[in-house]
Structures are given as C-alpha cells and as structure tokens.
C-alpha cells in the first residue's frame, strides 16, 4: 500500500517541480503572468559585490513590484514593440551573478559579470517567450531563478 501511496506522489502534477538555477534557499518569489500583456522590459538591481540583488518585469506599461533583497544599481532594458525574450544565459555560485536576456530580434542584453556555474535556457517550442520569472532570495541577493514559457499574448 505505502508502494503504492509513493508512486501516486511521485505521478501526480503537484510533485513536478519546475526547473531552478542556482542553489536556492530563502524566500520565494514569483512574478504574477499577465495574459493581457506580454513582457515588455526587465530590470535587474546589481549589488556592490557582483551579486543580483534582484528583478522586476514590466507588462505592457506597467512594471511589477521588484522581487528579491533590496538596494543594487540598477540596469533596464525596455524591449521594441513586438519583440520577445526567447533563450536566457546565466550564472551563479550562491548567489546569481549573470544574466544575458536574448530576444527573437537577434539582440543580447548582459546584466552582472560572468562568474560561476553557467545555465543556459531556451522554451521547449521555438513559438514560446518568456512569461514568468520565479526563484529564491536571500537579504544579499538572488539564490535561484527559473523561467516559464507560453505563447504570446496578442
């Protein structure tokens, strides 16, 4: 029976967890998706050490409240009408250094410095974009983040 119990957990929807970059801990954190809108910019808060301290997500015109640990420079991109994030480079040690954003129009935007474990992720279908940003932070910085992929909204 307990066999069983085990096999179901291990099946059901609510144990696939998605897929993290860095070593995590701390707290969570999510980006709301917006149907309506699609993302139109990132901004990312770079700490004196290196560290990315944290991120924010503008929908359409409106930016989301900032996620992660406060204070760091800041760096923004704001993305051209109908251009998409579409593959994500980065890095890490314990704590997110590096970012590069990359877009179906062919452009490349690094935020940080290269140092560390490397990730690279792109959607699982060439139609998809980014749509989500989630993760852990810690009061230094970004620990872990992860990327949903939908379709754009139109």
Known sequence: MLLWLTFA?????T???QQVYGPGGGTYFSTSRDFQNNITGIRVFIGPLGLIKSVQVRYGSSWSEKYGAPGG??????LQQEEHIIGIYGSYRSFLRYLVIYTDRGYSYPFGK???NTFIVFPDESDKVLT?????YRPLGITSIGFEWDYPSF
Do not use: F, N
């Not at 957990?9 to 929807?13: D, V």
């Not at 420079?73 to 704001?78: D, P, V």
């Not at 989500?132 to 852990?136: K, L, M, N």
């Open 9 to 13: 957990l291990l099946w059901s929807p």
């Open 73 to 78: 420079t800041l760096q923004e991109i704001i």
């Open 15 to 17: 144990c696939w967890a």
């Open 132 to 136: 989500r940003v989630y993760g852990h």
């Open 114 to 116: 290269d140092v560390g």
